[in-house]
């Protein structure tokens, strides 16, 4: 099934995972979830899937690519945050 990426919430983590998209195993099936397609070029098409905080980004700004956009900066600055953390524990 291809999405529309109409940005809502209109699948689960479950009916997901039954048209074969994999999931980390610690995500329950009844999380709410949607399928997001971004064409790359031509011929490719991205395929991600937006949880909760995902569709609350759209819902300021309708741009599949500005969210997406969020979430990249969201997992720099947790990356370094992180290496940051453990540098400062390896210095105690």
């Known amino acids: 099934m291809a999405p529309g990426n109409r940005l809502g919430l209109d699948q689960t983590v479950g009916s997901l995972r ?3 998209f994999l999931f980390d ?3 329950a099936d009844d999380l709410d979830a949607m399928l997001v397609a971004v ?4 011929i490719n098409t991205a395929y991600f899937v937006g949880l909760t905080n995902f569709h609350v980004i759209t819902r300021y700004n309708r ?3 500005y969210a ?4 990249d900066l969201s997992q720099a600055i947790e990356q370094a945050y992180a290496q940051r953390r453990a540098g ?4 105690q």
Do not use: F, I, R
């Open 63 to 65: 741009s599949v690519k």
């Open 18 to 20: 039954e048209q074969g």
């Open 68 to 71: 997406l956009a969020a979430v």
């Open 88 to 91: 400062n524990g390896d210095s």
């Open 39 to 42: 064409e790359q070029d031509a």
């Open 25 to 27: 195993p610690g995500l």
